[in-house]
């Protein structure tokens, strides 16, 4: 578990504070590497001075090793994310497939409270994709031709 509380590269209200972050797999035990199409949770521990917060939304966004935006996942797209959460508590990003190749993957989080930035870290900690030659065979999975593996198809014409 990365302890937050001294990253370097924070921003915010310090209204609500992001603490710690750690990756479970399935079975919800700690892992930092997983391998391609793995299931897993990004956990963020976070506190405030209030008993009850409203209109909150936390956010994580992945890059790759080299600086390159993957994705945005946002609480604010989850129509069953709750409207009051607790002033202490954690929230888990659940992933039901890590569709990354091989290589390090950096994590920056963000929670906002009444749409204003309440704690911001940037690249908080990492998690490595591991793939070896009979992942590939086994999954046929493309080489290094771009970080994220979206299902897709080609045509030729």
């Not at 994590?107 to 009979?134: L, Y």
Request: contains cysteine; hydrophobic residues 30%; glycine residues 6%.
């Amino acid at each position: 578990r990365i302890d937050l509380k001294k990253s370097p590269d924070r921003s915010g209200s310090g209204e609500i504070k992001l603490n710690r972050i750690w990756y479970e797999n399935k079975l919800g035990r700690p892992q930092d590497s997983f391998k391609y199409s793995q299931e897993m949770n990004i956990c963020v521990e976070y506190s405030s001075n209030e008993k009850t917060l409203n209109d909150v939304s936390f956010g994580i966004s992945i890059d790759s090793n080299t600086g390159h935006r993957i994705c945005d996942i946002s609480t604010n797209s989850d129509i069953n994310f709750p409207e009051i959460v607790k002033g202490k508590g954690m929230f888990i990003c659940h992933l039901p497939r890590s569709d990354f190749n091989s290589g390090r993957y950096y994590v920056t989080v963000i929670v906002r409270h009444h749409g204003e930035i309440a704690d911001w870290v940037r690249q908080a900690s990492s998690f490595d994709i591991q793939n070896t030659s009979e992942d590939r065979e086994k999954i046929n999975l493309a080489l290094p031709w771009g970080s994220v593996m979206p299902p897709h198809n080609w045509v030729m014409r």
